[in-house]
Every structure is written in C-alpha cells, then in structure tokens.
C-alpha cells in the first residue's frame, strides 16, 4: 500500500513538470499561458512560431508519461506492483501535467502526456492511440477534434487488448479527464471557431 502511494506521488511529481513552460523559458519564448489559447501543451506553443519548442514540449510532456510508466514496470517486482496499478500510477502522471503542483495546480489538457503513458502501458495500444491522432489532425487540422477522438479510441483499444480491468478504468478516466479538459475547445468547434494546426494567434 505503501510503495503504491509512493508510485502514485512519484508519478504525479515527474507529470507536474511543465515542458511547455519549461522549454518556452530555455529557449526565450513567451510564457504559453500568456499568448493563443493560454493552455501550457505543444499545440500551443506551435502558434508562437517556433516548431522547434513545439516538438520538444511534445517529447517532453510524453516522455514523463513513459517514464513514470517504466520506472513503474521496472520496479514492478521488487514493489509488488499489479499491471493495474501501473496504469493508476501512469494516470497520477496524467493528473500531475492538468494539475501541477509546481504551477499552481494549473496545467494543460493531458494529450502527449496520455499518449506517453497509454506508449509506456502498451506499445500497440500506444501507437494505435498516436495514428489515430494523426488521421484524424492530417484530415481535420484539428489538434483538439484529433485528441478527443484519439481519446476515445484509446479506451476502444484498450478493451480489445486488455479486456475490460482495472486498467481499462485508469484509461477511462483518463479520457474522461483529457475530454473535460477540452471543453473550451469543444464549445469553440461547434461554433465554427477552433483554431487549425499551425495557426498563429495573439
Ligand atoms: O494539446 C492540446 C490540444 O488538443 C488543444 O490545444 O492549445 O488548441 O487548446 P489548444
């Protein structure tokens, strides 16, 4: 019980690392909570211009979820872990990047973090989530309308190759959580006023 709370919160502190702002501070760039949708998360950052941070906010914010994922499966005997709990540990990195606790508990919508978590569960389950978001962005432009269909899909996924478990709850939870995240987004494409992929905004 003990080394599952230590996971959780261990897990939780490496997902409050906010890359957007992290990496937007190292190479000179605004804030992201300050320009676009004010949201801290690669999507974002990409309206500032620099593709560059972009993509190394998106590893970043990935990566933790892998990485609080493998930390977790790499000491999976010695603490006794169950699959399921490594998949509450990954979703306590998910929580760590929508609430940070080294940013005011004020964070992004989860997308690279969940895709970096559900690629540390399942490397299948990760990459189909990923193609999914990609499809959908390449013939949508969406980044938002591509995260809450991957989303879906992930939990879709994930009851195919894992059954319906405890890990199919994390991940249902973490859908629920990244769709509620969007709902700004979600308001903006039903009124025609989400902004594409790439698209510059004050
Ligand atoms: O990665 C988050 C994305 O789905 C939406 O981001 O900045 O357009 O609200 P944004």
């Not at 949201?39 to 990409?46: F, H, I, K, R, Y």
């Not at 509620?180 to 510059?200: D, F, P, T």
Request: hydrophobic residues 55%; charged residues 10%; positive net charge.
């Amino acid at each position: 019980m003990l080394n599952f709370a230590a996971g959780l919160l261990i897990a939780y502190l490496i997902g409050s690392i906010s890359f957007a702002v992290v990496v937007s501070k190292f190479v000179g760039l605004a804030d992201p909570r300050t320009y676009g949708s004010k949201n801290p998360g690669a999507t974002n950052v990409l309206r500032s211009g620099n593709k560059k941070a972009a993509v190394l906010t998106l590893l970043g914010d990935a990566l933790k979820g892998t990485l609080a994922v493998a930390l977790a499966f790499h000491f999976q005997d010695q603490l006794g872990y169950s699959r399921t709990d490594i998949a509450w540990i990954g979703l306590a990195a998910f929580i760590g990047h929508l609430y940070p606790v080294f940013f005011k508990f004020e964070g992004g919508k989860g997308v690279a973090t969940a895709l970096g978590v559900l690629l540390g569960l399942n490397w299948v389950l990760g990459l189909a989530t990923a193609i999914t978001w990609i499809v959908i962005a390449y013939f949508f432009r969406y980044s938002s309308l591509a995260a809450l269909i991957a989303a879906l899909f992930a939990v879709f996924y994930n009851a195919l190759l894992f059954g319906i478990n405890g890990q199919a709850a994390a991940i249902t939870i973490m859908s629920a959580l990244l769709i509620y995240r969007h709902k700004q987004n979600i308001a903006n494409l039903i009124a025609g006023k989400e902004s594409k992929i790439g698209q510059k905004k004050s």
